[in-house]
């Protein structure tokens, strides 16, 4: 059952206008609740009793989950059991995609959203709202998905329309299945973490912040073992900024010297300078690879 003083407090603000699912029979009119999930319970509160104010601070607050499983199409509810339980659809799905999306600001007009982010795809998506804050859009792998989407482009939009800073992680392609629940939540706890240690981005992909969500999950000590390998030039802020974007650049001299608006023949001149100092050779694939993952460590 919920938490009892948690309806408790709903009930001496909302009255008699709170109900939980276990009250319901066949005379509840449920579409006249809005609906929130919290501890695997769905507590109901009377749409007309709640201001928007009310409606945004009562998600926020109590941290509940804003999926209305009454409320999903037809073709949303399959993958919605995919994602969000341990009860794999009795449909088979295709392959697919995920595109996480995060708002600074609580969202309340979340049909102008809909609208906005379906209308940018050359194909309607599969959207599915976790909070006022956040959600996944799925993207089917099929015939239509030829044409790449710009995902800068999108942020950008979004963020432009909506006035809000909007963050996107766009995840592995993956089958559906058994695993498709945990790997929904890996990516969304590695989009989380990103967003903390990158404040400047506003679209990230899972393949590139992988190394760093992995990192997160190593000890503290094996974190500061890799950071030891650059203890000696971690504050020479330009050479560290130079080979990480020669890494970047995989590895390429001209690619990165161009990125770094500096001549190939100054930006060769500070590789050779860290290979002498740190023992590493950068140029080498998986002396790079430590590299990399001891810059990361760093972030930390």
């Not at 679209?203 to 000696?232: C, G, I, K, M, N």
């Not at 802020?237 to 890494?247: A, H, Q």
């Not at 770094?260 to 860290?274: G, P, T």
């Amino acid at each position: 059952m919920a938490n009892q003083s948690v309806i408790d407090q709903l009930k001496q603000i909302f009255r008699h206008n709170v109900i939980i699912e276990a009250e319901t029979d066949a005379t509840t009119d449920v579409d006249a609740f809005e609906w929130f999930q919290f501890k695997g319970e769905w507590i109901g509160v009377r749409k007309v009793a709640m201001t928007t104010k009310e409606r945004q601070l009562l998600t926020l607050f109590l941290d509940l989950e804003h999926v209305d499983e009454r409320s999903l199409s037809s073709h949303q509810k399959p993958w919605h059991q995919l994602l969000f339980t341990t009860n794999p659809p009795a449909e088979e799905l295709p392959s697919y995609r995920l595109l996480h999306f995060h708002m600074k600001e609580a969202l309340l007009d979340r049909n102008a959203f809909e609208e906005a982010i379906i209308g940018l795809y050359p194909y309607e998506p599969v959207l599915l709202w976790e909070t006022l804050h956040r959600g996944v859009l799925v993207e089917p792998q099929n015939a239509q998905l030829e044409e790449a989407i710009a995902y800068e482009d999108l942020a950008e939009a979004l963020t432009g329309d909506f006035y809000t800073d909007v963050h996107l992680y766009v995840g592995q392609i993956a089958e559906a299945g058994l695993r498709s629940p945990i790997s929904y939540r890996l990516e969304k706890e590695s989009f989380d973490l990103t967003r903390t240690l990158n404040t400047k981005a506003h679209v990230f992909t899972h393949s590139h912040q992988l190394p760093l969500f992995l990192l997160s999950h190593s000890s503290p000590e094996a974190r500061e073992e890799l950071q030891l390998l650059l203890s000696d030039i971690r504050d020479d802020k330009e050479l560290m900024d130079s080979i990480r974007t020669f890494l970047e650049c995989n590895m390429n001299i001209t690619t990165a010297s161009k990125a770094l608006f500096i001549h190939r023949n100054s930006l060769q001149y500070r590789v050779d300078k860290f290979i002498e100092r740190t023992q590493l050779d950068v140029k080498s694939f998986s002396q790079a690879v430590t590299v990399y993952l001891a810059m990361l460590a760093i972030d930390f």
